[in-house]
């Protein structure tokens, strides 16, 4: 059962263009949505995370949007750099669930262009 | 700035041998995981360990694994009679308590059965 999908699979993007990730959940129990980023050889790192109680959440470049109805939600990132080239997995978890393990999307390699 | 360390960072074992990834987790956090990434493939999760037993568990962490907390520092992932589907890049994370969301990765350990 995929708890939480993602997409698109790769996206590329020009420098200074927006960068936008969509992910979907299927348990509506869960209450916690973050965006881990990875680069090649490194372990995932957190980006920006968000709880239900907000509709979206902005962080410098980075914002997520956020639709519990839809149970929906995506990563935009503004004025895209080559920096920004990594691969970036949502995830979903239960946070009042005790251990919050994460359920991650498929991931999205991202290459911005200079 | 505190930071998940994992040992060894690549691991070549033949199949059935038995192997132990190592993981010392930042040293005030309380949860403790195993995730895997089969190379090219989403983030999953294996185990959550705290209070020195296991939290959850998925389906995938069947009898051939263990995880152990030997000596208040170290927390390890034993697979036993390793298989050549076991071949998967292994993180480590922790996460400081019940209220604190963010899970922190390790640089990971590229597992490789042949």
């Known amino acids: 059962q995929q708890q939480v999908k993602q997409s698109p699979q790769s996206l590329i993007v020009q420098k200074g263009g927006i960068s936008i990730i969509n992910c979907a959940y299927e348990n509506t129990a869960f209450d916690y949505f973050p965006w881990y980023q990875q680069f090649p050889g490194k372990g995932p790192a957190l980006l920006i995370a968000?709880?239900?109680?907000?509709s979206e959440k902005k962080e410098g470049r980075f914002t997520i949007s956020f639709n519990k109805s839809a149970k929906q939600f995506s990563l935009h990132i503004m004025d895209s750099q080559p920096g920004d080239s990594a691969t970036y997995f949502c995830a979903a978890s239960k946070f009042g669930a005790g251990a919050n393990n994460l359920f991650f999307g498929t991931g999205t390699r991202l290459t911005v262009i200079p | 700035e505190p930071e998940v360390t994992q040992t060894p960072s690549h691991q070549v074992t033949q199949m059935g041998q038995e192997v132990i990834l190592r993981c010392v987790p930042i040293?005030?956090?309380?949860?403790f995981y195993w995730y895997r990434q089969i190379l090219g493939q989403k983030v999953e999760f294996l185990v959550s360990?705290?209070?020195?037993?296991?939290?959850?568990k998925s389906e995938i962490f069947d009898d051939q694994f263990s995880v152990e907390r030997p000596d208040g520092s170290n927390f390890t992932l034993k697979i036993r009679s390793t298989k050549l589907e076991d071949s998967a890049m292994y993180f480590c994370?922790?996460?400081?308590?019940?209220?604190?969301?963010?899970?922190?990765f390790g640089q990971g350990t590229r597992l490789t059965v042949v």
């Open positions: 968000i709880r239900p109680d907000v």
């Open positions: 360990f705290y209070n020195n037993e296991i939290s959850e």
């Open positions: 994370a922790s996460r400081r308590s019940f209220m604190n969301t963010e899970a922190f």
């Open positions: 040293s005030n956090h309380l949860y």
